[in-house]
């Protein structure tokens, strides 16, 4: 069985411009989660959907990153334009469903996506 | 203050040894608690999942909870060298989606031969 698949794995980019990151969750996966993690500091929380709906929003920086997952399969992120401090590794993780017990619960991340904004 | 924190190290060890991993916070609501191994340019891999105070074996690794105190432990025995990776704990709340996690900030873990 696939695991996440995150593209690109690396991108590098010039403050102003805008990237956008692709992920593919397990198949059969309703839930997607968006993490970063900016150098020195921990992973943490952007966002989560459930299928096609955003569930939940409230670790997004600003406007300037929209998420979205058509059809409730795979899910971009684009940072438009990109800032210097938008710099990291872009985590992507999906779960089975919203109920409790490990086999559902469990979160499969994917390798991430290296983001570095000169 | 952050929700939680966590050692980075780093941690070096010889083959063998018991390795003892901690993390305290200061969110009551957190009731979930959980490990994660991370490799070198790979994502964070779970390794125990733990819910409420108390123990949890797996093989090597054993897993603490002590809500009373807002720790948290992984043990790990007869340390190997494959065990060398970033740990890094994690906890949700109840009432939260189950897969919004708060990381600690990771201890780099190295197991030399």
């Known amino acids: 069985e696939a695991g996440v698949t995150q593209f690109p794995s690396h991108s590098v980019i010039e403050k102003g411009q805008t990237v956008t990151l692709r992920c593919d969750p397990i198949?059969?996966?309703?839930?997607l989660y968006w993490y970063r993690r900016v150098m020195g500091k921990e992973i943490k929380f952007l966002l989560h959907?459930?299928?096609?709906?955003?569930?939940?929003e409230s670790g997004m920086p600003n406007n300037r990153f929209l998420a979205e997952r058509t059809g409730g399969t795979y899910s971009t992120l684009k940072v438009q334009p990109a800032e210097l401090e938008d710099s990291g590794v872009y985590f992507c993780?999906?779960?089975?469903?919203?109920?409790?017990?490990?086999?559902?619960?469990?979160?499969?991340f994917g390798s991430g996506t290296q983001l570095s904004v000169l | 203050q952050k929700e939680v924190e966590q050692d980075p190290g780093p941690l070096s060890v010889p083959e063998g040894a018991i390795v003892s991993l901690n993390c305290t916070y200061s969110?009551?609501?957190?009731?979930?608690f959980m490990w994660y191994r991370q490799y070198s340019r790979k994502g964070p891999e779970l390794l125990m999942y733990?819910?409420?105070?108390g123990n949890k074996e797996d093989g090597r690794f054993t897993a603490q909870v002590d809500k009373s105190s807002k720790y948290i432990s992984l043990f790990i025995r007869d340390s190997q060298p494959s065990d060398s990776a970033t740990y890094l704990c994690?906890?949700?709340?109840?009432?939260?989606?189950?897969?919004?996690?708060?990381f600690g900030q990771g201890t780099i873990l190295t197991v030399h031969p």
């Open positions: 994690a906890m949700s709340a109840h009432g939260t989606s189950y897969g919004k996690l708060t």
């Open positions: 993780a999906s779960s089975l469903q919203e109920v409790r017990g490990l086999a559902n619960e469990k979160l499969f």
């Open positions: 959907f459930v299928k096609e709906s955003k569930q939940d």
């Open positions: 198949s059969g996966h309703d839930n």
């Open positions: 969110n009551s609501a957190f009731q979930y």
């Open positions: 733990t819910y409420s105070s």
